[in-house]
Structures are given as structure tokens and as C-alpha cells.
């Protein structure tokens, strides 16, 4: 079993990541996905190989803006999604996974929380740590299966 911490659009709040430090710690894989990746700094040192970061549209450091990585049998696309115009339609990024032959899209950048499935196909999107209605996304994979929660804080 691999749990995966799934975090988007902190946009400065370390105060609400601070609060799911127990989680990280205990994930397999800690993915933030852009806007402000570099509140994840003061936990990186402790997640060492853990930590996935992805820029987004306000992040001016150092990063990739798309990895595609292996976890658990799984092919992820790890986008923010800005360049993929998210914010009209999901066609876009969808070209670009089949392209990736990826099976689990994560992407941020709308604050919505959302996770859908196109057949094989899971696009989620953790939603925001910064709105009002604060959420991430708890995932595990088991038995070659991905079971992703949207968790309100």
C-alpha cells in the first residue's frame, strides 16, 4: 500500500500545511502541485525523496512544470495546469496524458477540488490550502488500484 499526500495552491498558508505535518510524515509520497511549492521548504530536508513539487503560474523558483513519474504502478502526470487552460475545460491536459500515457492525472490551479474518471483515466485535482474552504487530497494505492479522498480541513 502507498499513501500520497496531495496539496495545490498554498499560495503562502503554512500554517494549514504545518497542520497536516503528521500526514506527510506518514505518506509515502508528499506532491504539491505549484503555487508557492516553496512553502514545502521548511518540511523538505525531513521528506527528503518524498517530496514531489511542480511549478505553477505564481511560482518563480527554481522546478519543473510537469514530472512524470512511476508510484506504485501507476503513470502520473503532475502538472499545476495553467499551461493546460484548466480553468476553461480539461481537454487540454487530457491530450496531453493520453500523449503521457499516464493513469493519474494531478494538476491545481482551479482551487476546486475535483476528481474525475474518463475511463482508466483519474484526473484529480486537490483544490486549494489558501481559500476559505481549505481541501487536499488523501490517496492510496493498492492492489495496482488508486482510491483518492478530497479531505476538507
Known amino acids: ?22 500526514i506527510m510524515f506518514e505518506s509515502d509520497f508528499v506532491i504539491h502541485l505549484g503555487d508557492y511549492l516553496t512553502d514545502m521548504n521548511m518540511f523538505a530536508d525531513e521528506l527528503k525523496d518524498k517530496l514531489i513539487r511542480v511549478k505553477g503560474n505564481c511560482d518563480v523558483s527554481f522546478g519543473d512544470s510537469e514530472i512524470i513519474k512511476d508510484i506504485g504502478g501507476k503513470k502520473f502526470l503532475i ?32 482551487h476546486v477540488p475535483s476528481i474525475e474518471r474518463n475511463g482508466n483515466l483519474f484526473f484529480i485535482n486537490p483544490g486549494s490550502l489558501y481559500n476559505f474552504e481549505r481541501t487536499y487530497c488523501y ?15
Open 79 to 110: 502538472t499545476h495546469g495553467h499551461r493546460y487552460r484548466v480553468k476553461n475545460d480539461l481537454t487540454n491536459l487530457s491530450f496531453r496524458a493520453n500523449e503521457a500515457q499516464a493513469d493519474v492525472v494531478l494538476y491545481g490551479h482551479t
Open 139 to 153: 490517496a492510496i494505492i493498492e492492489n495496482n488500484k488508486i482510491f483518492p479522498k478530497i479531505v476538507k480541513i
Open 1 to 22: 500500500m502507498i499513501k500520497l499526500l496531495i496539496v495545490s495552491d498554498s499560495h503562502g498558508n503554512v500554517s494549514t500545511l504545518n497542520s497536516l505535518k503528521n
